[in-house]
């Protein structure tokens, strides 16, 4: 019966996520990302009961029929969806949250050549855009937005929205008084690369010396000056 539940769950995602599904025997029938979590529920299974060999050939058989490749080791939570599918790769120490959706070209993948874990950790209501990267033993926080493209190599918060390449987060979310607590600031963040900038140029000036720096901007500005100085000497 728990296992009814959960692919009742698996069925809601799709519902509430596509607005193009018209009922539930289209998405039993015709849907890669409903077939591809199906597979790996039994692949995973065997994987815990530690068979060896047949959870890695039904996990090649999964990518084979749906272009969806997930290790049969991926830890993935209730009512799961992955829109389209085709290209999406999950590695094998993923953790996956309830209720997260993955759109196509989606890759969760590692870092590590170490049998440790390596793979990112996705928490709850996660909504990972086409072709998003997220790379590394990372964690990302419940209703956590990641735009198409975007390329995460860092954890990132709760409620937040990350976009670019590298992923950086653009928008952080107070979810129980649905208003915005960070917003980008372009000009801002300028500012506070120039002000970096300058105080490593007046370290370096510092290294020099004032006696230097001031001899040197004096050759600067009136090259005949230093010249004399030397003829003087």
């Known amino acids: 019966m728990r296992l009814i539940k959960s692919i009742k ?11 193009a ?21 039994i692949a995973h299974t065997l994987w815990n009961w530690h068979i060896p060999v047949l959870p890695r050939l039904l996990s090649h058989l999964n990518r084979f029929l749906t272009g969806i490749e997930i290790h049969p080791g991926a830890k993935i939570g209730e009512g799961f ?12 120490t993923t953790e996956i949250g309830n ?21 990112p950790t996705l928490g709850n209501n996660v909504v990972v855009g086409a072709g998003a990267r997220l790379i590394g033993a990372i964690t990302i ?5 990641i735009g198409t493209g975007s390329v995460v190599i ?3 918060p709760h409620n937040a929205t990350v976009v670019g390449v590298p992923g950086r ?19 801002g963040e300028k500012l506070q690369n120039l002000e970096k900038r300058v105080a490593g ?12 720096s001031v001899e040197k901007f004096k050759a600067a500005v009136d090259p005949s000056s230093s010249e004399e100085t030397g003829e003087g000497t």
Do not use: C
């Open 169 to 187: 987060v653009v928008e952080v979310r107070d979810p129980d008084m649905d208003t915005v607590e960070k917003l980008p600031d372009p000009v």
């Open 81 to 92: 969806f992955i829109d389209h599918g085709m290209a999406v790769v999950i590695g094998e």
């Open 141 to 145: 926080g419940d209703n956590v937005k």
């Open 21 to 41: 599904v018209r009922n539930a025997w289209e998405i039993i029938l015709a849907y890669p990302g409903f077939h591809a979590r199906q597979f790996h529920r």
């Open 99 to 119: 209720n997260v959706v993955l759109y196509q070209g989606v890759t969760l993948g590692g870092t590590s050549l170490r049998r440790e874990k390596r793979h």
């Open 201 to 212: 140029l007046e370290k370096r000036l510092a290294s020099l010396g004032v006696d230097q």
């Open 9 to 19: 769950k698996d069925i809601q995602a799709v519902f509430e996520h596509d607005p």
């Open 154 to 156: 860092k954890s990132v």
